[in-house]
């Protein structure tokens, strides 16, 4: 368990601040954010490469917030490896046994046992410059947990990548998680791969955690307009609440009224995510929210097409390509969108 | 006929397209000849005769032992205090930073008879560390221990930049990695850091070495005797006349060359390993 009291760091110009986060044992926990919101010094600081400033860290209980790097229990991968280049995979792989003074048995014994978790064995007398993006992923790994730590810390591990290898490394990780029980925190900045890995998601930016819940709730409840904008939201309207019953309310925004069952009193923003929204080229019998449109632009994403619909607003719609092609839209067309209330979403 | 016009067409419209690497190479022509020239003199036209007997002369000889070995043990103080200073600079930021680097560049820069005479007032027999050093018995004008601590000075600063790089261009987050596997500090310099930064720091101790060797200015100040190659080579040509001094200059040229190419030799090595 990782258990972040009111965490303060200061590194050179960066601040991370009030950092209070739980994270159970055996969890799987993505910290998401952009470039430069300070989620590399968050793991480097639960590694205890960073002194705080402020607050504790405890791990399975334990306080460590004064506890050397070596003595924690972590394992930290970095995005690019940062294997040791002259050394051999074995020599790399068994660092962490050697410096700790292990007998020959031993180290010879727990190679083995992290050779068939990760398939590596036909490596072992390569340098890692000779080695593929996923094979230095997994020495990397099997490096990593060789030292059988309590906790791994993951940065951006699968941005390095190709589309291909990301895929094979990404089940590899979660399943390797999964066998070992081990605590997990995950940096990225890719949503997409925050969502399919996730037990839990933390959001952070400029140095400050934004939200943190389980993938659905921040998919379908992001907390705030930056939460929003990060897990890809796209339709995000500014304006206020005007009417309000026990069933239903009304969100005023650029001169459209959009019903919506959402429970809040006071809101700023409403948020519809684009795969909520239903295309049809003739005005659907019934719905409470159906805007007519003008298909303004379709950007062809594979699986997927994103319409942007002029109605006063700009909406943003992600339509399977089967229903896209079955009914043959293009720029131009006349088209109504609608979406129930419950996928509004209130900020 | 209508070829010489095509060929010279041809030629005209290759310089203008390489105007540029033209001119630059014909200067570079220029300097690599001014470096080349001199050395090549010395030590091919020198008389092969004169060259045998400098090298059978015990005078010579003793000099160029004394060279390499006061060279050598300068090197080597310059490798334990320099490193830890390397390192430091290259991790760490710290008020005065900037001023400690300068300071290591200074004796590059500073003429070495008056680093020669910096040395005399701190290191004489009446002056402050002299004094102290003189009480334990160890004297610095006129021997081999004012020797060293003439080419330490000069020379330090090509190890401490060498190494400082070389440190630089270790990522941090290996030594990251290194902490969190469990090595200590000490274990992260000597398993990781050191053995990554092994190449510059071999370059600058063998420039440090090749530096100590060629001194002279501030040696001949502080110690005239025992006498070094360089100071040799000065005092046959005041005494005795170019004739004189060319066998033993071509000789001390020559031991850099073979420094320079050894060292050139191991790098290359070494970066086809990696």
Redo the contacts between chains.
């Keep these: 368990m990782i258990e972040l009291k009111n965490v303060h760091v200061k590194v050179v110009d960066f601040r991370l601040e009030q950092i209070n986060l739980v994270v159970s044992k055996g969890d799987y926990c993505v910290i998401l954010g952009p470039t430069g919101a300070g989620k590399t010094v968050l793991l480097?600081s639960i590694?205890?490469?960073h002194a705080l400033r402020q607050g504790a860290v405890l791990l399975d209980g334990k306080d460590v917030t004064n506890t050397?790097?070596?003595e924690?229990g972590?394992?930290?991968?970095?995005q690019d490896y940062?294997l040791?280049?002259?050394l051999t995979v074995r020599e790399n792989i068994i660092?962490?046994l050697r410096?700790?003074h292990m007998t020959k048995p031993k180290i010879d014994e727990a190679l083995e046992w992290i050779c068939g978790l990760f398939e590596i064995q036909p490596l072992l007398k390569r340098l890692p410059?000779t080695l593929s993006g996923g094979e230095r992923q997994r020495v990397a790994l099997s490096?990593?947990l060789i030292?059988k730590?309590e906790i791994l810390?993951l940065d951006e591990p699968l941005s390095a990548l190709d589309s291909e290898s990301r895929e094979e490394t990404r089940s590899l990780i979660k399943n390797t998680q999964q066998k070992l029980n081990i605590t997990t925190l995950h940096v990225t900045h890719d949503f997409a791969e925050a969502m399919s890995l996730a037990d839990s998601i933390v959001v952070i930016n400029q140095g400050k955690i934004v939200q943190f819940g389980k993938p659905s709730e921040i998919f379908y409840h992001p907390c705030s307009e930056f939460v929003a904008h990060f897990t890809m939201a796209r339709n995000i309207f500014e304006g206020n609440i005007i009417s309000q019953d026990k069933q239903e309310k009304v969100f005023q925004t650029n001169g459209i009224e959009i019903f919506t069952s959402s429970d809040k009193i006071m809101a700023r923003y409403a948020v519809i995510r684009p795969e909520m929204i239903q295309i049809t080229l003739e005005k659907p019998i019934s719905s409470s929210n159906s805007f007519p449109g003008t298909v303004k632009s379709i950007v062809d994403r594979g699986a997927n097409i994103l319409l942007t619909i002029d109605c006063l607003p700009f909406f943003e719609c992600l339509l399977p390509r089967q229903q896209f092609e079955k009914m043959s839209l293009s720029i131009g067309n006349q088209v109504y969108l609608s979406f129930l209330p419950s996928s509004v979403h209130l900020i | 006929m209508a070829v010489i016009p095509r060929i010279a067409r041809a030629a005209r419209s290759y310089l203008v397209r390489r105007r540029l690497l033209v001119v630059f190479s014909v200067l570079s022509l220029l300097i690599i000849l001014f470096v080349f020239i001199p050395l090549a003199k010395i030590v091919f036209l020198s008389d092969k005769v004169a060259l045998w007997q400098a090298l059978l002369d015990p005078t010579v000889m003793k000099s160029i032992l004394l060279t390499l070995y006061a060279a050598l043990i300068t090197a080597g103080i310059g490798f334990i205090l320099g490193i830890p200073l390397a390192y430091i600079l290259a991790r760490n930021t710290f008020p005065l930073k900037g001023m400690v680097e300068g300071l290591i560049d200074l004796p590059i820069v500073v003429p070495h008879t008056a680093v020669g005479i910096a040395l005399l007032f701190v290191f004489g027999r009446n002056f402050l560390l002299g004094k102290w050093f003189n009480s334990v018995g160890v004297h610095f004008v006129d021997s081999l221990a004012g020797i060293i601590i003439a080419m330490l000075f000069v020379s330090v600063p090509f190890l401490i930049n060498s190494a400082k790089d070389g440190f630089r261009k270790v990522?941090v987050?290996?030594e990251?990695?290194?902490?969190?596997?469990?090595?200590?500090p000490w274990?992260v310099f000597h398993?990781?850091t050191f053995?990554?930064a092994w190449r510059s720091i071999m370059a600058g101790t063998l420039m440090m070495w090749a530096r100590g060797i060629s001194e002279f200015g501030a040696v001949v100040i502080l110690a005239y005797y025992p006498m070094v190659t360089s100071t040799l080579i000065y005092e046959r040509f005041e005494s005795y006349g170019l004739t004189q001094a060319i066998p033993v200059a071509a000789i001390l040229v020559i031991i850099c060359a073979f420094i320079f190419i050894g060292f050139r030799f191991i790098l290359q090595r070494d970066k086809k390993r990696?």
């Design positions: 480097e590694a205890g490469l050397v790097p070596e924690r972590v394992s930290i991968v970095y940062a040791f280049p002259h660092f962490g410096v700790r410059a490096r990593a030292t730590p810390l | 990522d987050r290996m990251n990695v290194a902490r969190t596997l469990g090595a200590s274990q398993r990781v053995p990554l990696d």
